[in-house]
């Protein structure tokens, strides 16, 4: 075991601090990365606190990771010293489940690994985030990062990238559809800048009608106040797709009758209380399909961070000192970021070198 430092949540009501822990040591498939950059994912924020009653404190957030390889296992062959990598929301999976066997670990049947609070196969213990200096991961869950990019702006990639890329994908958008996008934020304008490089129309949906310029910047061809009646009317049933961002319960009928005969709407968000339950009818009058969606699997992202690399597309993002994280979090409910917060990690050596 290697001694490394991050920061933590050690309660649901205290702030994220300094902490000293312990990262194994790279086995024969491992891979130990310095981190660069880490983003700052509203997951992170959901753990800290508690608000999906699964945390294991003391627990160290971060799976939009970006950093320089330092080791490698004696068996890894797809990495060497000094080259980028990426670490998203896995470290590992039970690889012989038939979601394993097709690629998609995310729907691990024996449930993947979380890149933090999750149970640590190697060590027993409990998997620490990307709020830290170093992280030792399995080389299958470790991603090759392209050098032309942003790092800073690759990092969102890995959850906020691959959250929409993902279903974007796997309901095959493509040229000549129509697209929405409710919500306009961390995952929201990814989703407008993924789907508009795929050549599909793109429409926002938002309650705030200041955010249309930006939304037009970032690729979208139209946007849509979802509390006006009258903007949304003129919408009914003419979408083929709606991919949801919205992680706060709301009204899904409002957009389900704008999807054609056989449209589908896709949930990313994950609030913390339930929707309320759709109306059936407007579910099958048109045979109309609600449904969600999870990450990716690693195949997939490094296709989605392949496609990024291609179309120059990165997260529009603000970077931070390790030192604001807490005030990062309480601006992240205001939606006070355009429009995703990075962490520059190098603020925690500078600050660790200041404390001593």
């Not at 213990?125 to 990307?130: E, V």
Request: glycine share 10%; aromatic share 6%; net charge negative.
């Amino acid at each position: 075991m290697s001694k490394t430092v991050g920061y933590a949540a050690h309660d649901p009501a205290s702030p994220l601090v300094p902490f000293a822990f312990e990262r194994r040591e790279p086995g024969p498939h491992d891979v130990k990365i310095d981190i660069l950059y880490c983003g700052v994912c509203h997951s992170d924020l959901h753990a800290a606190r508690n608000e999906w009653g699964n945390t294991i404190y003391p627990v160290v957030p971060g799976h939009e990771i970006v950093g320089r390889v330092v080791a490698v296992g004696g068996k890894v062959k797809k990495f060497k010293e000094g080259d980028l990598a990426g670490v998203g929301c896995m470290v590992d999976s039970c690889q012989h489940c038939s979601a394993c066997d097709e690629g998609l670990e995310q729907y691990c049947e024996n449930g993947f690994v979380g890149t933090y609070n999750g149970e640590e196969g190697h060590t027993g213990g409990m998997t620490y985030g990307g709020y830290a200096k170093t992280i030792v991961v399995r080389d299958k869950f470790v991603l090759k990062v392209p050098k032309d990019l942003d790092l800073a702006g690759v990092a969102p990639l890995l959850c906020a990238g691959i959250t929409t890329y993902s279903p974007l994908r796997h309901w095959k958008v493509k040229k000549g559809q129509k697209v929405g996008v409710v919500g306009l934020g961390g995952l929201g304008h990814m989703a407008i800048k993924l789907a508009h490089a795929m050549k599909a129309e793109v429409v926002l949906f938002t309650t705030s009608p200041g955010k249309t310029e930006d939304a037009i910047r970032l690729g979208a061809d139209a946007v849509v106040v979802s509390r006006d009646p009258e903007q949304m009317q003129r919408h009914l049933n003419s979408f083929d797709f709606i991919l949801n961002t919205v992680a706060a319960p709301h009204n899904l009928d409002d957009y389900l009758v704008l999807l054609k005969r056989d449209g589908v709407m896709c949930l990313v968000g994950a609030p913390a209380e339930p929707h309320p339950s759709p109306t059936v009818f407007n579910l099958i009058m048109g045979r109309r399909s609600l449904a969600g969606s999870l990450i990716g699997g690693i195949e997939e992202t490094q296709e989605m961070l392949d496609f990024c690399a291609k179309h120059e597309i990165v997260s529009d993002i603000e970077i931070i000192p390790i030192q604001q994280i807490n005030e990062a979090y309480e601006r992240m409910l205001k939606s006070d970021v355009k429009y995703r917060f990075v962490i520059d990690m190098a603020s925690l050596e500078a600050g660790a070198a200041r404390a001593a």
